[in-house]
């Protein structure tokens, strides 16, 4: 009996290890490569098939340099204006939204995230969206390793090539091309803070078409954008709230 528990034990840490050492790999590979696909795009597809709708899956990778600064600086004004100030994590971000999702449960409304860009990067590339005590972990995990390895630049690259835009809908050059009829290069800072006004549910919240929410949260990223004036990440200029 204990024989074949070591021998379960060895294979669980062989698997385990095995796990580990892959996880490894992406994250050095995705620091110089394209991430080919997330396990979100795979979720959303097998949601297409299982409700009729046709597979819809519109992603194109392009390089930093093909990103409009608008779209950048908009993603950074509206998601994590202390991008290059912390290691992954925004504490007292993090405090502020257990404060208000309490106060949000209380009254029987949808909770929201505090989470940086890195770890949002880190959840769309790795895992999947289901909320839980162990993808939050892992979330931290992956967030901590890919600020180690990865550069500010390169996550936030990450982040607009595979950040859902809407419905099957994936980076800044897909959304470019469906709502602006351009490339991502081009996108104005009107057109870039409307995107990223819709990146807390983008999939209820519509770029071709804001409502009130989306105008307002729009607005509010361009004066943002206009306080910052370029994507100096370096030397970010203090904030509204």
């Known amino acids: 009996m204990k024989e074949r528990l070591r021998k379960i034990l060895r294979k669980i ?14 994250i050095i590979l995705y620091a110089f490569l394209p991430v080919p696909v997330t396990p979100l795009m795979l979720q959303r597809c097998v949601e297409q098939v299982f409700t009729s709708k046709p597979i819809r899956l519109k992603k194109d990778w392009v390089s930093m340099e093909k990103i409009s600064e608008n779209m ?3 993603a950074v004004c509206a998601e994590d204006q202390k991008f290059m100030e912390h290691g992954g994590f925004d504490f007292e971000a993090i405090e502020k939204a257990i404060e208000t999702n309490n106060k949000r449960k209380k009254k029987g409304k949808p909770i929201k995230g505090g989470s940086t860009i890195s770890q949002q990067t880190a959840k769309n590339v790795f895992l999947f969206p289901q909320r839980s005590w162990l993808r939050k972990g892992l979330e931290v995990y992956f967030t901590f390793w890919i600020e180690l390895i990865w550069s500010k630049e390169r996550i936030l690259e990450v982040y607009l090539n595979v950040i859902e835009m809407g419905d099957g809908v994936y980076g800044a050059e897909a959304a470019a091309q469906v709502y602006y009829n351009k490339q991502a290069a081009s996108l104005s800072a009107s057109e870039a803070a409307t995107i990223a006004a819709c990146f807390p549910n983008p999939l209820k919240y519509s770029v071709q078409k804001p409502g009130s929410y989306v105008i307002k949260r729009r607005n509010w990223i361009m004066r943002q954008m206009s306080r910052w004036g370029e994507l100096d990440l370096d030397n970010p200029p203090k904030t509204e709230p």
């Open 13 to 26: 840490l062989k698997v385990s290890l095995g796990i580990i050492i892959f996880w490894h790999l992406l």
């Open 72 to 74: 950048a600086l908009a």
